[in-house]
Each structure stands twice: as structure tokens, then as C-alpha cells.
């Protein structure tokens, strides 16, 4: 159980600090609607929004605003070094990278939950034709980019020039999830929607997830220490 | 393997000296003729990519978790080895795809995906140069992780219909084929662990001459 | 539950990052009910020392053992008995005093969690101001907070980088007298500090550290200010030997 209590400690501060500043989250949101918005001026052809492109926005702009909340996230540890404190702390560090992620995946969840409609709206794309698959996929998706995300954004703290490594070190490994999110998406838009096509992509989502989830747990304590 | 090193180079040499002459005497493709002789040069350099590519997965891992500065010297070296044999399959592909199909580019999974980790080993390259000290072992999780991606990378030609030659086509080589086609896959496989040996000791020796700087400054 | 040591030994302990030797062979043995004052111009690599004593850097080769246990057998359980106060004073500006300290009360699993914390607020003089965000206190009110966070688990260990920085005279007595009860009750304390007249009287021995390399100010007439000044003095440092 010590494991649990420290994921839910770290977790519970995290919310704690974000909701005294609400910096993050704020700014996160901001990024991802402009992110769409300025997107959307490259595909409305006509005033008539194309809407093949939608899946590929939406789950660009949360790439985008992800890496961006995660710079912060871990910039504000480093700040007054807390992150040297709770690796200095008799907890299990794994516990750690898990909370981290716990916090991540629930900004991404505020993000996604004023996007995705946006999107719908903009793009005159029926997203919500199967809620639940579509829900499935974001899930899915954004656990896997999160989860290396975290990670790496976690080991580049001490790093130099940590400000552009880390998309540069994120994006290329987080492409199968961008791709898989993006078609799977799209078979869910298509006139006569593709089902299992979706389900497949799930399918590689979740695997990808179990995979990158256990490698970043398994590995977060020796990239950690120096 | 420091004696074998000339003999071998040798050999390599050789090989890639005889290795025109094999293809020129196998048969034709039925449909691209000429074009498809390519493939030759173009699957092995992929082959020996994906080696390389798990090489040095292996040894990031290997330094991650034992801390052996040898294993983390391979893997630099197998890193920068992936992004040359990289560099040739991502040319001589389009090459091919422009006389076989006539698009320089196709975004199919499989090139798509070898572009992926040719820019995540590259990602590797520039972490170990521009991450300050101790980037090293971040370099080394890096690897672990492009490593893990190989297959997701492998596994989706097999989920798509593709442009691209299914992985399957090797088995069903024509008889006149496989004897060139296996003969220039030593070569390369012979030519990369002697380029990984000699670029592993280049950094074997940097190692001490920083050794050695670190005492004279005392 | 948690073993609690007796003495902390370092041998030969080498720190290297990149092309710069922070430690160069540094030897070291402190025992329990010890004060050690760990004195040295700046970059001598005193925080680095910290660290490795703190299990937060390996030692590029050499062995750190705690009553022979090292760092990666004895585990979670051995940071539960090391306190490190450092530089940068690992508080969360957002969160409050009280906050601050349930979270770290919390993370080190100690129970009677409200009056430690209480009792630590009270030490800290900081008791009407426990709930307003540390991000508007002086500095002197965040060291004395920090130090409350650093002791808050009753360590065996005590590691304090500088810990004199920013209090004014009541506090740097209280703090004295704090770390003489420390070392009193059988703690390890290691401080690093520059205000070498606080730590004079108090501290058993006293090293100095420079480029990396550990030497023990001689015991000779007058203070220990003076005895730093002649050590800084002399040509250069000699070979590291076991102190």
C-alpha cells in the first residue's frame, strides 16, 4: 500500500500547488485552442473547414500542449530542487513517476474536454458519434504519450538545453501513438465507421501503453540517480 | 579481435568488390527489371539498421543498469551506425520507389516507421552532445525506448496493406536471388561490426585521454 | 524498522561530472554524537560532499557504507533516517507553511502528525503564519521552515548546507542550541557553512574542503576563523589521507 499512498500524495500536491496558481492549466488550454485555431487557418478551404483534417489537429494540438505542461510541470520542480527532496524521501521511486503521470493525464483530461468539442464544432466533424470508442482512443493515446513524456521530461531536468530536447527526444517515440490515435480517430469519422479499423488501433494503443508504462517504471529509477 | 580487424577488412573489402559482380549474374525481377537490383544494397543496409539499432538498445540497457562504460561506449557507437546504414536506406529506397513506382515518397508504415527510428537514434546523437554531463545515461533510456519501438515499427506492415514489398517476399526469393542477396548481407553485417568495433575503440581511447586530463589537472 | 546507524564511512570517494572532479578521493569517518563542520572557498565541491553523504549522487568510484550498509541494499529504509537541508531549500512556494509540512509528514510516514507539526511551527516562529504561501515569506522565515522540513522525521543523519544563511541573532542561537541537542541525542550532523564563528565550540572537528580534496584544520591557537585563514594559506593541499 506504500506504493498507492505515495502515487496519491504526490498526486493530491500536485492539484494542491496547480490550484493555487491554476498557471498550468490556464496556460495549457490557452496553447491547445489557439494550437487548433491557428491550425484550422491552414485547412478551411473557402470557408469550409476540411474536415479529413480534424483528427490530425486534434491530436497534434494535444502533442503540442502536452510537451508544453510538461516543461512546466517539471520546471516547477526544479525550481527550489523539490524534485531532489522527494527522490531523497524513504518512498518508492516508481510511486513517483506514477504520480507525476496521475497529474499529467488529469490536466491532458481538462484539455481534451474543451478541445475535442472545439474541434467537433470547427471542423463540422460527428466525433461524437461513438462516444465511447472515441473516449477509448483518447485515453488510450494520451496515457502513452504521457507516460513517456513524464518520463523523459523527468530525467531531462538536470539536463542542458532541456527546453528543446525534450520534444526532440518525445516526438519521434510517441509517433505510433499519434498515428494510431489519428486513424483510429478518423475511422470513427468516416461516413460508415470503421469500427474494428478503430478497435485495432486501440488494440496497439493499450499494447503500447502496458509496454512504455512498464519500461518507464522500470527504468525511472536509474535515469533518475546520478 | 584486434588481430582479426585487418584480415577481416580484407575480406570485407573483397566482398563488396564481388558483390556487382553476383548481382549482375542473378536473374531479373519479372516486373521492375533492371530497378530492382537495388535491393540488394537497399534490404541489407535495412537489416544491418535494425541490428545496429537493437545493438544498441542492448548496451544502453546493459549501461542503465550495471553502469559498464564499456557497454555505454558500444552503444554510441552502434547509435551513430544506425543513423549512417539510416541514411543509406532512406536514399536508395526512394531511389527504387521512383524508378518502381514514380514517387520519390510513399507515406507507408514501413518507410514512415524507419524514418521514425532513424530520427529517434539521431534524437540519441544529439542528447549525448548537447545534454551536458551525465546525459550519457539519459541517452541510454532513450535507446532502451527506441528499442521497445522496434516492433511496434515492424509489426505494422503486417496490420496494413502497404506499397511497400511485404516482409514475407525473403522466403520467396527466386533460387537465383538468395545466393547474392545473403552474400551482400554478410558483407554489410561483416562491414558494420568492423565499423562498431573500431568506432567503439575510438571512444575507449577518448575515454582514457580524459582520464589522463582529469590527473595532470590535479 | 529502520536501522539506525552508528557512523558513516567514505572511502576514497571520487565525484566526477563530465570533465570536472568535484571530489577527489575523499575519506571520511564520522560516528554518532558527532558535529562535523565541513568549511572551504566556494566550488570546493562542500555541497557535492552533501550530497553523496545524502544518497542523492553515487560517488563516481569509491564506497560510502553505513555501518557497512551501503545506499543500494539498505534502500528506502536508510533515506528514512538521513535529514538534508539544501541549498535550494526543497519548499513548494505555492503551499503554505502547515501544507508543506503534511506533505513531507506524509511522504516520511510519521504519525502524530499534527502536533509535529505544530511543535515545528512553534520552533520556526512561524505559527501565525501557517497558512499563508511560502512564496511571500523573507528569507530568514523560508531557512527556518526549511529546517523544520529537513528534521521533521526525527533523522539520524543531519545534513545541513549553510543553514546559518539568512537567520538573524535569536535564530542562529536557537539553532545552535538545536544542533548541540543533536549531536547530544547521538545524531550524525555534518553542517557546511561559511559563518565559522557560529559553528566554533560547537563542532567536534572541522575540514576543509578545497578543489575536491578533504583536509583537517590542525588544531593550533586561536579561533577557528584564524585556523582557516592559516590552512588557506598554506601551498597546496596535501594528499588525502584518512581523517
Redesign the interface.
Known sequence: M?FV??VW?VVR?DV??EA??REIVYTTLFFAVACVLVFAFGFVNEGRPVTDAAPGILWIAIAFSGTLALGRAFERER????L?????????RPALYVGKLAGILLLLTVVEVIVVPLVALLFHAPLFSRPALLAALLAAGTTGFAA?GT??AA??V?????DV?LP??LY??T??VI?AGVRGTAALLQADVDVPMAR?WLS?LVL?DV??VT?ALW?FE??M?? | MRRLFLPLTIVAAGMFMCAPFLIDGAPYESTMGLVQKIFYFHVPSAMTMFVSAIVCGVASAVY??KGRPAADRLAAAAAELTSVFGIIVLVTGPLWARKAWGVWWVWDERI?STF?LW??FN?YL??RK???P??E??AA??A???M??VP??YW?VN?WRTLHPKTTVVPTLQPGMRGPFWFCVTAFLLFYVLALSARAHLEARRAELETLYLDIEE | M?PDFSSVTLTDVTRTFGRRRALHRVSLHIRAGELVAIVGPNGAGKSTLLAVL?????PTSGDIRYDGLSSATAG?????R?G?L??????????SPA?NLR??A????LDNVHERIAAALERADLADRRDD?VAGFSRGMRQRLALERALLHDPRLVLLDEPFTGLDDASARALRDRLAGLRAGGCLVVVITHDLDTVDGLADRALMLQKGRLMELLECQGSLRERYRAALADAPPPAAGRL
Not at chain 1, 531532489?84 to 518508492?92: E, S, Y
Not at chain 1, 538536470?158 to 532541456?162: G, L, Q
Not at chain 3, 528506502?76 to 528514512?80: F, Q, T, W
Open positions: 506504500n499512498q505515495t500524495l500536491k494542491l500547488v493555487r496558481s525550481q527550489n530542487e523539490t531532489r527532496a522527494l527522490m531523497i524521501a524513504p518512498v518508492d513517456v518520463l523523459f530525467m531531462l538536470r539536463a542542458r538545453s532541456r530536447l526532440v527526444l519521434p517515440i509517433i505510433p498515428i485495432a496497439m503500447f509496454v512504455f519500461l527504468t536509474p535515469l540517480t546520478e | 542503465l543498469f514512415t521514425v530520427l529517434i534524437a544529439l542528447l548537447y545534454g551536458g551525465g546525459s545515461r539519459l533510456g532513450l532502451v525506448f527506441g521497445a519501438n511496434f515499427v505494422s496490420v | 529502520a545524502s544518497t542523492l549522487l553515487q528506502p529504509a536508510l533515506r528514512a538521513i538534508l539544501g541549498h535550494d531549500l526543497y519548499l513548494y512556494p505555492e503551499l501544507e506533505f513531507f506524509g511522504l516520511y510516514r504561501a
